[in-house]
């Protein structure tokens, strides 16, 4: 059965980025009063026009305000992000929305600008994507964790709280060919521009 989701950018037309928020959860709200089943809020860095750098509080104000759409992250720039402390927090909000919390991640995308600020050199944010990914998935599967990957190593690592589902339903935010493979293995969900072919 299809479901209605709303893709919510964190437009800021107005350079205010105060009343773009509001009108953001705002227009997220009246979504869920209207029925729509799920809102997908992207995460950009360093644009002026599109305010939402700071994806995880926002998702975790949204599941203080809403109570029956499902909240999505779309995308989690993982490869910009420590995925110990992205475990605690996706942990943390879907406990706060009562499982209503869906995962999408990417690497981010064709902005050299992400990438410098935040230190991550390009030619790896796609395996540190797909590192991270696997960590926080094994973080909610097994406790105390080891890890020995190539960005991360961890010894007797246990995280609290305690995810509610051991996988959250998750989404590749990359139709490469290797993301591809990635999601049917997995059984992950893709998203991709409006322009990429079926």
């Known amino acids: 059965m299809p479901e209605f989701a709303l893709f919510a950018n964190v437009e800021n037309p107005f350079n205010d980025s105060a009343r773009a928020l509001r009108e953001a959860v705002e227009t997220i709200l009246h979504a869920e009063a209207l029925g729509f089943e799920q809102v997908w809020l992207t995460e950009h860095h360093f644009n002026p026009f599109s305010v939402s750098a700071a994806l995880l509080p926002l998702l975790a104000y949204l599941a203080a305000r809403t109570s029956r759409i499902r909240l999505g992250a779309g995308a989690l720039l993982l490869p910009l992000h420590n995925p110990v402390r992205v475990a605690e927090d996706l942990a943390t909000i879907d406990a706060l929305s009562a499982g209503r ?31 991270a990914l696997d960590l926080i998935e094994q973080i909610f599967q097994q406790a105390p964790l080891d890890y020995a990957g190539q960005h991360h190593q961890y010894d007797q690592l246990e995280v609290f709280p305690r995810p509610l589902r051991p996988q959250l339903p998750t989404w590749l935010a990359s139709l490469s060919d290797d993301s591809l493979q990635l999601a049917a293995r997995r059984g992950y969900g893709l998203m991709g521009a409006s322009a990429m072919p079926v």
């Open 101 to 131: 919390l869906l995962l999408g991640v990417g690497r981010g995308g064709p902005f050299p600008e992400q990438f410098r600020q935040f230190g991550v050199d390009p030619e790896h944010s796609r395996s540190q994507l797909y590192e």
